[in-house]
């Protein structure tokens, strides 16, 4: 609930933000952000229970406001109110109408690195934005040698992200991209297969095409024969 107000070059901003990611909202926080100029100078957050500041006149305004019990109940009672009263109505409306990612592992040749070998996890067309992508290895999280994208509006309505592992191959390992978005009931795990190279998985998509091409143009020419064959008028001998 965004507020702005703008007089003599100056910039006043004020945010009622509410943040969760469980569905029963059990981590649901309430924060409450004012800013001068762009800059947060105090803020609310339900965590914390009280406003901190960020700058000399800021301090001075969060002492004044975690004085005023009335505004402290009310900012107490915002994360039921106004947070999780709202959730419970939008949710439904957002989830229903969230997108399935398309998810692609690949390998990718890199020049530099610390490892030989590279992996690249894109999910591409989901909606809402928020997503989760991660790596897993031998059933363990990859915490290093990984990094991502943003999420990155495609500008019509649906969401890319891009997540890349640098690795060095060991045999019989198992490693897998995870996704964790809304649409889904669960994370959805995607293991590499290492045994097809990037090579030979262009040449069965190109070979997939050119099959599929083949039977259109056979089609389309078996059709043609047939409404040729229909306008002719046979004359007996």
């Not at 947060?40 to 004085?67: I, L, P």
């Not at 109408?97 to 990718?108: A, D, E, G, I, N």
């Not at 809304?182 to 262009?202: C, L, V």
Request: charged fraction near 20%; hydrophobic fraction near 35%.
């Amino acid at each position: 609930m965004p507020r702005t107000t703008r007089a003599g070059g100056f910039y006043y901003y004020y945010t009622s933000d509410c943040i969760y990611s469980t569905k029963d909202y059990s981590d649901m926080v309430y924060l409450q952000s004012q800013s001068f100029n762009k800059d947060v100078f105090v803020q609310y957050n339900s965590t914390v229970g009280k406003y901190v500041g960020f700058t000399e006149q800021g301090v001075k305004w969060a002492e004044y406001w975690n004085k005023d019990e009335a505004l402290m109940q009310g900012n107490k009672a915002a994360v039921d109110t106004f947070c999780r009263h709202n959730a419970q109505i939008y949710d439904p409306s957002i989830i229903d109408k969230s997108v399935k990612p398309k998810v692609m592992l690949s390998s990718v040749k890199q020049d530099n690195g610390r490892h030989p070998a590279m992996l690249l996890c894109s999910a591409y067309n989901f909606y809402p934005e928020k997503i989760k992508v991660y790596w897993m290895r031998d059933g363990k999280v990859v915490t290093s040698e990984v990094s991502s994208t943003m999420e990155l509006a495609d500008g019509d309505w649906y969401y890319q992200i891009h997540s890349e592992l640098e690795y060095t191959p060991k045999s019989g390992e198992k490693i897998s991209c995870v996704v964790e978005h809304a649409s889904f009931t669960q994370p959805m795990i995607y293991d590499w297969d290492p045994s097809i190279s990037e090579s030979d998985r262009n040449k069965i998509a190109i070979g997939a095409s050119g099959l599929v091409l083949g039977i259109i143009i056979a089609a389309a020419g078996l059709i043609y024969y047939k409404k040729k064959s229909a306008g002719r008028i046979l004359v007996p001998n």
